[in-house]
Structure formats: structure tokens, C-alpha cells
């Protein structure tokens, strides 16, 4: 079946404008993550949905990055006026139920670079 | 201390060796420990998942985990230059909602 997919592949967009990053998570998971990886930092956890429930934002470096979950499936991460430091590659995971046992499946990723 | 650690390497080993990649964690807690493999330019792949003390063997893979020691690794037999790549181990935390990486293990195989 399909995998986790992500949109765009490559973002470039100049300082202090704002993004959209698409993930389409594999069907039939109910849990989808964000994460971030760039070269200072390794990976790092930014936001985490489960089903219905509260979104667990407590990765989102700033208040400039939000997202959101429509209809239990595909997520957008905006980043509103863009930073240089927000240059890394944005990636996109899915589980079955989202639980410490899950084991989390990663889309392509999107890079993005802030000019 | 880093809540999940591993060496950056490189570690480097000849076709048809052994390799064996470390990770070391830091919750005492944890209960399930994975290992992705990740390409230059890709995202993370998973090729293990280990929940129980012991060996777990997939293929040409062996994922070992002592929860007393606080210390799981990944053998890879037979290595050859197609496994090449960065390891990344990685435990579930805070609420066990989000996986801590470690920064990951460079392996190359050489010919």
C-alpha cells in the first residue's frame, strides 16, 4: 500500500514569509507526528495527533509554527514569517494507533530552505 | 546526559563483516526501542523494533536489548556496501507520544 506522503519535496521561500507543508499519512493510522532534522540538531519531535484528542504541541520551537489535522488524516505545518534557522528538512511520520509500542512510519520529507 | 546515545563514527568495516552499531538510553523506564536506517538525502527507514530482553534476528539483522544495562544494538551480518547509511536508534518518551533519536551512527562499508 501507500506510504506516508509529503508535499512539497523542496520548498524555498525568502525570510519572513509564511509556508505550508502537506503530510498524507498512511490509511487507516491514527496518529501522526512532525518531526524536524537539521545538521546542528539531528531529529527532533514538533507536534504529535492521536484521533480527536488534543494535539501534544510541546516540540513547536515557537509560536510562529502551528498545525493542524483535518478529518483525521492529512495535517498542514505552517510556519508563519520564516526564520533563517527554520532551514532544515521537515518530515512526516504515521503509526497505527500511536501509542510507546507503535512503530512510526516516516513519508520523504520536505526541505526547506529560508533565503 | 543525552536521553538516547550513540556513537557518530564512523564505523567502518569490510563486505561481509560484521558491523555492530550502539545505543545507550537514559529511562530507566522505556520499553520499546527502535532502530531506522537513513540514507544521505532519504528519511528515516525502520528496520527494527525490540521490545524484549534478548535477541531479535530479522534477515541479516540482530537487534539486542538489556534492559539492566539500559543498552540496545543492531548487528548487521554479512555487511555489504548497500548498508552503508546512518543508523538512528530511537525510544519513545514523554508519554511515550514522541520518539528521542540519537543523533546516529554513520556506517560504511567498504569493498
Known amino acids: 500500500g501507500a506510504g506516508v506522503s509529503q508535499s512539497p519535496s523542496n520548498k524555498v521561500t525568502e525570510k519572513g514569509k509564511d509556508v505550508e507543508l502537506r503530510c498524507d499519512p498512511i490509511?487507516?493510522?491514527?496518529?501522526l507526528y512532525w518531526y524536524r532534522q537539521s545538521l546542528g540538531q539531528g531529529l527532533e519531535f514538533l507536534i504529535y495527533?492521536?484521533?480527536?484528542?488534543?494535539?501534544?504541541k510541546s516540540g513547536l520551537p515557537s509560536d510562529r509554527f502551528s498545525a493542524e489535522r483535518t478529518g483525521g488524516s492529512v495535517s498542514t505545518l505552517t510556519i508563519q514569517r520564516t526564520q533563517q534557522e527554520d532551514s532544515a528538512v521537515y518530515l512526516c511520520?504515521?503509526?497505527?494507533?500511536?501509542?510507546?509500542?507503535?512503530?512510526?512510519?516516516f513519508g520523504p520529507g520536505t526541505r526547506l530552505t529560508v533565503t | 546526559q543525552k536521553e538516547v546515545e550513540q556513537n557518530s563514527g564512523p564505523l567502518s568495516v569490510p563486505e561481509g563483516a560484521i558491523a555492530s552499531l550502539n545505543c545507550t538510553y537514559s529511562?530507566?523506564?522505556?520499553?520499546?526501542f527502535f532502530w531506522y536506517r537513513q540514507y544521505s538525502g532519504k528519511s528515516p527507514e525502520l528496520i527494527m523494533s525490540?521490545?524484549?530482553?534478548g535477541d531479535k534476528e530479522d534477515g541479516r539483522f540482530t537487534a539486542q536489548l538489556n534492559k539492566a544495562s539500559q543498552y540496545v544494538s543492531l548487528l548487521i551480518r554479512d555487511s555489504q556496501p548497500s548498508d552503508s547509511a546512518t543508523y538512528l536508534c530511537?525510544?519513545?518518551?514523554?508519554?511515550?507520544?514522541?520518539?528521542?533519536f540519537g543523533a546516529g551512527t554513520r556506517l560504511a562499508v567498504h569493498p
Open positions: 511520520a504515521s503509526s497505527l494507533v500511536g501509542t510507546g509500542w507503535d512503530e512510526q512510519y
Open positions: 490509511s487507516g493510522h491514527t496518529a
Open positions: 495527533f492521536q484521533g480527536n484528542s488534543a494535539p501534544d
Open positions: 529511562d530507566r523506564v522505556s520499553q520499546s
Open positions: 525490540i521490545y524484549s530482553n
Open positions: 530511537a525510544v519513545p518518551s514523554g508519554g511515550y507520544n514522541k520518539l528521542i
